[in-house]
């Protein structure tokens, strides 16, 4: 066999070849090197906006968690505030309450003590009587009636 005619062969054969990929295929070969091209860009945009939604969302979430500490701060010291102003409001429910078993006590006191000298003014009356009653049953006599005011006065 001769080799330029193989050559030529050949040459014949690629040029075939070029020409059926230009006219058939070339044009669904760019089409599908563009369309890949422009899913791997879309990917790569679509992967860029992921990051930057997550940062966004990692803010974002840090500005929550920052104003939920600021929140619960404000309701446990909310809580120490009402807490400060149950144990107030107690002390002072509890004098209150105090003086007012403070006052009934004097007032019991101021009772009895009137109930007592009410008794005594009684105690004192009868034996004041039963005094008056031996003087005058006695004859009048200065010595015995001293004697009886002491002897009165003693049993006071």
Known sequence: MNLTATLI???IVFGVLVWFVRQFLWEP???VLDDRKRRIADGLAAAERG???KELADRR???VIRDAREQASG???LAHK???EIVEESKKNARIEGERLITAAHFEIEQEADRAREQLR???LKIVLVGVEQVLMRE???RVHNEIFEKLASKL
């Open 29 to 31: 070969i760019l089409h």
């Open 82 to 84: 009402r807490a400060d």
């Open 51 to 53: 990051h930057h939604e």
């Open 61 to 63: 979430a840090k500005e």
């Open 140 to 142: 009048v006599d200065l």
């Open 75 to 77: 309701i446990i010291n």
């Open 122 to 124: 009684k105690e004192v």
């Open 9 to 11: 062969g050949q040459v």
